[in-house]
């Protein structure tokens, strides 16, 4: 039911007849009876001619708006369809996920790109604060400049790829009725991963802690100042700003996804219209009509609000009209990589329609229409109809458990559950709502009626030798070894370490640096804290082990773990209330044990066998 309901909301929001037929297929297949009889209280004779056959031939899809239609010409929306194959078959950076595309790799296949092809202009135009090379490509010899620049935020990547997939495509197919008129009528200047230290940190500022993006008429950052002086020198009549943005903002109150949002920005608080905004107005209304096919109604409006210290506002006002286009979240199942993919189509389709006829096909009134970005309903992981029990000393109340994981984005063909079981990839969570959570879809949901969930437990080791215990051999940095792994898949989701003074400084750096990725957090204190009398003290926390119930394929009882961790009987010491806040809570780290249903209503919780572990948002065990 709740399959069939996302499906048909979407699909009235969107006019979507597949979507609507798809939801109707759905509910044939689990009850044809149920299909008929709803149809005929709808329309009597839909009821009696309706077939499940019928859903599976029909293909037809009606355009929301008559600059969708494809044109007879060379670029329309309906032939940017095969933008999307094309993409697939001719990409030129073949990295997994945008994530994993760092500086080096952009500077190697910046190389490979000038071997490919020797009249290419890539010039060296400055270095970052820490002195990582950023480079501007010119392709085209057209009279229209347009200027594109990527990862200006280090944290959002998807853009960065696309340029150099674009860049191949035009310079490998010259001739092809895409890339002909853009390469004869106008001139790019594409400047991929302005801020290469931020990306080298995943962080959305640079290495000064500055937002670039807000850095505009301060200019304090090297890679703000770069950025202006190609703007001046180019004096472009249209600029690309292409970033990322949240994976679950909604398309105004549609309950659509928005997998990307346009603006054409302003220049001045008034958002005046200027010929060269009603531009960038036309441009956005060709990139909905690339995304429309594949992402139906799935493209939102950005904030239209203006930014007197944003880059985009001011190269607007500096007199070159700005079209932004923020990659967003994508539907169920999709990969990662489609980002990529979404930002390559976007770009070629709205340059050809701006190369062709400057974008006259697509109307600036499409543009107004669209519904502005909203926080959206869409959570990472659902725990329904669970009974939630916050210490060993409070009742079980059922309650759903909902939250976010702010992760490393997802490999193809690897959807959100294996991503979280993968150890390999950060995992920084937030819990998102307790309660009736009805209203939220999750990319995972698990129904889990009779279940306990119980916050993960803590721990306490004393004296700093217990590092090699905790996080192996400090020589080899990077990932730790055995024991915190150990710990949290025997439930463990906080560590308490008492050190002297004199270590203190050293502790808490080696704990935010080891700490995080599926592992427990862990909580320097000195050694003269009270906290040891309040959690079980581990003597050796790499020796932990649950003896015979310790296996894979085992599900050992609850009162095993506890007996592992050296927890007094028979107060079972999980997680005491002692700051007067619930552990499991908005905002806390989403660290639990999901018990099975107990055998008999009297059961002792200790009893329970475990059903998963999941420790700052990884599932573990």
């Known amino acids: 039911p709740r399959r069939i309901n996302k499906l048909l909301r979407r699909a009235e929001a969107t006019a979507s007849q597949p979507l609507a037929l798809e939801a109707l297929t759905t509910l044939a297949k689990l009850s044809p009876l149920a299909l008929t009889t709803l149809l005929a209280l709808v329309d009597p004779a839909a009821g009696s001619a309706w077939s499940p056959g019928s859903a599976a031939t029909s293909t037809t899809v009606p355009s929301s708006s008559s600059t969708m239609q494809s044109d007879s010409g060379r ?29 080096q790799q952009l500077t190697a296949d910046l190389e490979r790109l000038q071997r490919l ?39 959002e990547p998807s853009a960065t790829p696309a340029l150099l997939d674009l860049v191949h495509f035009l310079l490998s197919e010259p001739d092809s009725r895409w890339a002909e008129p853009i390469l004869s009528r106008l001139t790019l200047d594409i400047v991929p991963m ?30 703000g100042r770069l950025l202006k002086q190609i703007r001046d020198r180019g ?42 905004r009603r531009r960038a107005m036309r441009v956005c209304a060709a990139i909905v009509a690339a995304l429309h096919r594949r992402y139906p109604g799935g493209v939102a409006r950005y904030n239209d609000s203006f930014n007197e210290r944003a880059f985009g506002d001011n190269v607007t006002a500096w007199g070159t009209p ?17 980002l990529v993919r979404l930002n390559f189509v976007a770009l070629l389709h709205s340059l050809a329609e701006l190369a062709r006829n400057d974008a006259a096909d697509h109307a600036e009134s499409l543009y107004a229409t669209l519904p502005f970005n909203r926080s959206g309903p869409w959570v990472d992981v659902l725990v329904q109809g669970a009974e939630l029990q916050q210490s060993a000393g409070s009742p079980a109340y059922v309650a759903d458990l909902a939250f976010d994981v702010e992760r490393a984005d997802r490999a193809p063909e690897v959807d959100l559950e294996e991503w979280l079981r993968e150890d390999r990839r950060p995992a920084r969570s937030r819990i998102r709502e307790v309660g009736d959570a009805r209203a939220l879809e999750g990319s995972i949901e698990l129904e889990l009626p009779g279940h306990r969930v119980v916050p993960a437990l803590q721990v306490t080791v004393r004296g700093w030798r217990r ?4 996080f192996g051999d400090l ?82 009882r609850f009162g095993a773990l506890l007996a592992a961790l050296g927890a007094p009987e028979p107060e079972f010491a999980w997680t005491p209330l002692a700051d007067g806040k619930p552990p499991l809570r908005p905002d806390a780290t989403a660290s639990f044990l999901v018990l099975a249903p107990a055998e008999h209503e009297e059961t002792p919780i200790e009893e329970r066998s475990l059903h998963s572990i999941w420790i700052d948002g990884q599932r573990v065990r």
């Open 322 to 338: 700005v079209a932004l286009l923020e990659s967003g979240g994508l539907p169920e199942g999709e990969p990662v990589e489609h």
């Open 475 to 556: 020589a080899s940095p990077g990932r730790a070894s055995g024991g915190l792994e150990r710990l949290a898949r025997h439930g463990v989701g906080t560590v308490h370490w008492l050190v002297s003074a004199r270590r203190l400084d050293e502790a808490l750096e080696l704990a935010a640096a080891r700490g995080g990725d599926g592992r427990p957090e862990i909580v320097v204190h000195e050694r003269s804290s009270s906290v040891a009398r309040r959690f079980p003290l581990l003597r050796d926390p790499s020796g932990v082990g649950l003896g015979d119930e310790g296996g894979e394929t085992t599900a050992p």
């Open 194 to 223: 302005l801020n290469p230290d931020g990306a080298e940190r995943y962080t959305r500022r640079n290495a000064q802690a500055i937002d670039i993006n807000r850095d505009a008429l301060h200019l304090a950052t090297p890679e």
């Open 235 to 276: 004096d472009h009549e249209l600029g690309f700003n292409l970033h990322d943005q949240g994976r679950r903002k909604e398309v105004g109150e549609t309950g659509v996804l928005a997998t990307a949002a346009v603006l054409a920005v302003a220049g001045d608080e008034a958002k005046t219209v200027t010929p060269g």
């Open 467 to 470: 590092h090699r215990d905790l």
């Open 75 to 103: 670029t329309g929306s309906s032939s940017s369809e095969e933008l999307w194959d094309l993409w697939s078959d001719r990409r030129f950076v073949s990295e997994w996920a945008p994530r994993d595309y760092r500086h």
């Open 117 to 155: 092809y020797p009249d290419l202009e890539v010039v060296l135009e400055g270095r970052s604060f820490e002195g990582r090379s950023i480079h501007r490509l010119r392709i085209g010899s057209g009279p229209m400049p347009v200027l594109l620049w990527s990862q200006m935020h280090g944290d």
